[in-house]
Each structure stands twice: as structure tokens, then as C-alpha cells.
């Protein structure tokens, strides 16, 4: 009877864990003579908490790597670097996923001899996860020069991976030629036997965007006529030929390729071409059309933001400005563009708060551009924003340091602090107050003529000293 108590007893403690099948705890209460000795309660206790508690590490764990690949796949490495360093040690099924994606994490980072570090791992050097790694070792020893060691690899890599690629692994061989210098066998695969590439749309796109990364596209532009003739139907593939005449010079043909288009690269191949035209409207015009297809796009920002500028479209460059995503960006200069931007559109308050802040992120030791728009902002709002007293040594500090870094029209200002007690009112006056008709850095440094102020005395010098002499007298006399 108690052996079948017993029995029943173990078989509800191994239901109510989730790890119940683990061979370790398995044999720990195997190892109970329960023939020969009373129920240990305790015992079975610890085995049933101890199974608990990694069941919990489980859970804890797999979650964890979840929010870790999260994170890659939105391109946050530091999060989900962070989060893969939380995962256990000891729960090593997760063990060849977690270097996997740690070495994927080196990989984005350009850290290509840390990548063959890990990937070295004898934990993932079974053949299932050998498979999902070796493409990144290869591309690791491309980038390290590790020519030898890609001979080795590439051949058992290709014959794991082979299943899964769509387009018999094109784009590794071009890379690999390229690299072992094998440009005997990149013509063959790029100039010669490239009918059996050019079967379908996609094997087409893949052929023309390797001309493109390998710049021979004279060569490419020679054998268009072989593609086949759905291949001018596909939006994809017409704008790579658009790009590679504009990368010829032909900007015509080009043009022609994408006119009737109106995808965000094609938008944005339209406003280059202009750009190059210097029709400056018409380009920002496709480049605004392009952004409204991507708003992100960091090749579309970076040509319509400083048309913006010279265009005096101040509130889309603003605009453009916010949705700039580059992390590489130094945020300091695109603090500084936002100040100007600011200025232009005469939000000088606004202008000053956004330069206070970029001037603590310098230690208060600004570049000349910063210095010169903290001193013009200074000096044109003369009241601060919240009506407070006027700050002149503020302003005046603000013009001499602009001086200091030798522009001209600083300096004037920093003169011109010493000439009127608010610089900024005076400038926000409407009437006239010196009348200059040629006011430019040249007209400063030109010498002036000095004329001697006329006086006009309101009484004569010698009737004051005749009276001091009568004042004298009266004195004497008393």
C-alpha cells in the first residue's frame, strides 16, 4: 500500500513542473529505495523546489532572449546586448542562440575579429547551428583578410546553406571571387555565361545591382539588351539602370528610365539628376515627393535639407530636420542646424533655449558657428523670453567670443554694446538711425573720415569769466 501511495505521490510532483522530464531529477528520485526506507517529505521537497525554481529561470531566460532579438531586429544593439548579458549561464539550451546573436550584434558593430571569436565557440560548432552561422564567418574573414581560412570554410558552408537560397547563392560568389582576386572567373560570372543568370526579374535585379557594387557599369549599360522583356515592366529594375546611366553621366537616359515612377528611389533619382542640373526647385520638389513615400530616408535628408536652406523653405527644412534618424549624426551639429533653421524663421526664443543646451554639451566652449549665432540671437532679442531684466554682459560675451574667432560683424556688435545700453531694442526700431547705404564687412574695415563735431555755445566763454570776475570783486568788497 505505501509503495502505491508513494508511486502516485512522485507521479503529481513530476506533473506540476514544467521541466519534468529532465533526466538529472529523474534519476535523483529513481535513486529512492522505496521498498527499504520510509518517505523522505523532505527530499521529494527540495527536488520539487529545486525543479520550480529552474523552471522560473526558464521562463526568466526565454523571455529574455525574446526581448534580446527584439531588439536586434529593431536595429537597438545596446538593449539588446544588455538583455542577452541577464540570460543565465547555466540554462544551456539557450547557450548557442545567445553567442549566435552576440556575435551577430560584433557583426553590425564591425567588430568582424570578435564575430570569428565567437563563432569559434565549440557550443555552436554542431552542423545544425554551423548552418546559420558560416555566412557570417565568411563575410568576417572577407573583412579581416583572412583569405586562407575562406578557402577552408566556403565549400562545406555553400553545401549546408544551398537549400536555402533562392538565387544559388549569387551574391556569396561575386563576393568571394572579388576577394580571392579571381576576376577571371568574376567576367565569367558578370560579362560571358550570364544567360542562365538572367532567368527571371529577380536573377536580373541581383546581376545589375552586383555591377553597381562592382562600378562596371559601361560594361552592364553594353548588355542591356539581353534582359529579358518583362524585365523593363519591373519598377525595381529600371531605376538600377537609371542610376547606373546617371552614374555614367547620362543623365537624359536616365531620366527617361524613371520619369513615369513615382517610388520613393525613383522620386529621389529624379531630384539628383536635377540637383546636377542645379535646377534646385524641381529637385527639392522630387526630393519632398520621395520623403512622402519614406520619411526616414537619410539619402533623401541629407541632399533636402540644404536646399531648404538656400531655398528659403525654412519650415520644411525644420521639418526634415526632426526626422533625420542617422544615429552617426553628431547631435550637436544637427542641434546647431536646428538653431539656424530657428533664426531663419525669426524663433529667437526658442532659438536661445535650443542654444543654451548646445552650448552645455560643448562646456561652454562652442565652434565659431555656434558662437556667432549665440551672439546674434543674444543681441536681437534685447528682453528675454519671459520679460526678466535685459542680460548685457550675457549678449556682450556671447559677441566677444564670436570676435575672438575673427568675424567681423561681431566684432561691430561687441562694439556696439559699448555705444547703447539695449543693442536689441535699438535694432528692433523701426525709425531710421543712422543712415548706411553700403553696410558690409568691407565698408567696416574701411578707413573713415573723422569731421569735428560743431559746436554752437549758448553763452559766450568771456561773459562767464567777466562774471566770475564781478563775482570776485563782490566778494572783496564785502
Known amino acids: 500500500m505505501k509503495l502505491k501511495l508513494l508511486t502516485i505521490f512522485f507521479s503529481l510532483v513530476m506533473n506540476i513542473s514544467m521541466l519534468q522530464a529532465q533526466a538529472l531529477k529523474v534519476s535523483q528520485m529513481q535513486e529512492l529505495d522505496v521498498e527499504e526506507v520510509e518517505l523522505d517529505y523532505s527530499t521529494v521537497a527540495n527536488i520539487e523546489r529545486q525543479m520550480s525554481e529552474e ?110 537560397s533562392r538565387n544559388d547563392q549569387f551574391w556569396i560568389n561575386i563576393l568571394f571571387k572579388l576577394k580571392v582576386r579571381d576576376f577571371k572567373g568574376l567576367d565569367n560570372s558578370m560579362l560571358t555565361n550570364i544567360e542562365s543568370t538572367l532567368r527571371d526579374d529577380e536573377m536580373s535585379r541581383l546581376w545589375l545591382k552586383a555591377g553597381l557594387f562592382l562600378n562596371r557599369e559601361k560594361e552592364m549599360l553594353a548588355l542591356l ?13 529600371r531605376e538600377i539602370v537609371a542610376l547606373m546611366y546617371l552614374r555614367d553621366g547620362k543623365k537624359d537616359q536616365a531620366l527617361m528610365f524613371v520619369d513615369d515612377i513615382d ?145 567681423g560683424i561681431s566684432c561691430w556688435i561687441a562694439m556696439s554694446h559699448i555705444h547703447w545700453e539695449n543693442l536689441g531694442k535699438t535694432v528692433k526700431r523701426d525709425e531710421t538711425i543712422i543712415p548706411v547705404d553700403d553696410m558690409s564687412i568691407d565698408s567696416l574695415k574701411k578707413m573713415q573720415n573723422i569731421y569735428p563735431i560743431k559746436e554752437t555755445p549758448t553763452v559766450d566763454q568771456r561773459d562767464i569769466e567777466e562774471l566770475d570776475s564781478e563775482q570776485v570783486k563782490i566778494l572783496i568788497n564785502n
Open 55 to 164: 523552471g522560473n529561470q526558464f521562463q526568466k531566460d526565454y523571455r529574455l532572449l525574446l526581448k534580446a532579438k527584439y531588439k536586434l531586429i529593431n536595429g537597438d544593439l545596446k538593449m539588446a546586448d544588455f538583455y542577452l548579458n541577464q540570460i543565465s549561464n547555466q540554462t544551456t539550451k539557450f547557450e548557442s542562440v545567445k553567442i549566435r546573436y552576440f556575435a551577430l550584434i560584433k557583426f553590425i558593430q564591425g567588430n568582424f575579429k570578435e564575430v570569428i571569436n565567437l563563432l569559434s565557440n565549440k557550443k555552436i560548432d554542431s552542423t545544425t547551428n554551423y548552418s546559420q552561422v558560416c555566412m557570417m564567418k565568411m563575410l568576417a574573414y572577407m573583412a579581416t583578410d583572412q583569405t586562407k581560412a575562406l578557402i577552408d570554410e566556403i565549400s562545406l558552408c555553400k553545401d549546408l546553406t544551398d537549400k536555402y
Open 225 to 237: 539588351s539581353i534582359l529579358p522583356e518583362s524585365s523593363y515592366s519591373s519598377k525595381k529594375i
Open 263 to 407: 517610388t520613393a528611389n525613383a522620386e529621389n533619382l529624379k531630384g539628383n539628376i536635377y540637383l546636377q542640373n542645379k535646377q534646385y526647385e524641381l529637385a527639392f520638389g522630387h526630393f519632398k515627393l520621395a520623403l512622402q513615400k519614406k520619411a526616414d530616408s537619410d539619402n533623401t535628408l541629407e541632399r533636402a535639407i540644404p536646399l531648404a536652406f538656400l531655398l528659403n523653405q525654412f519650415e520644411d527644412g525644420e521639418s526634415m530636420l526632426n526626422k533625420v534618424s542617422n544615429k552617426n549624426l553628431d547631435p550637436r551639429k544637427k542641434s546647431a542646424l536646428k538653431v539656424a533653421f530657428l533664426i531663419r524663421l525669426r524663433k529667437f526664443e526658442e532659438a536661445q533655449e535650443e542654444l543654451l543646451l548646445l552650448k552645455n554639451e560643448f562646456q561652454n566652449e562652442p565652434p565659431f558657428e555656434v558662437s556667432i549665432m549665440d551672439s546674434y540671437v543674444s543681441s536681437i532679442l534685447g528682453q528675454t523670453a519671459n520679460k526678466k531684466k535685459y542680460d548685457k554682459r550675457k549678449s556682450e560675451d556671447a559677441s566677444e567670443k564670436a570676435c575672438k574667432a575673427f568675424d
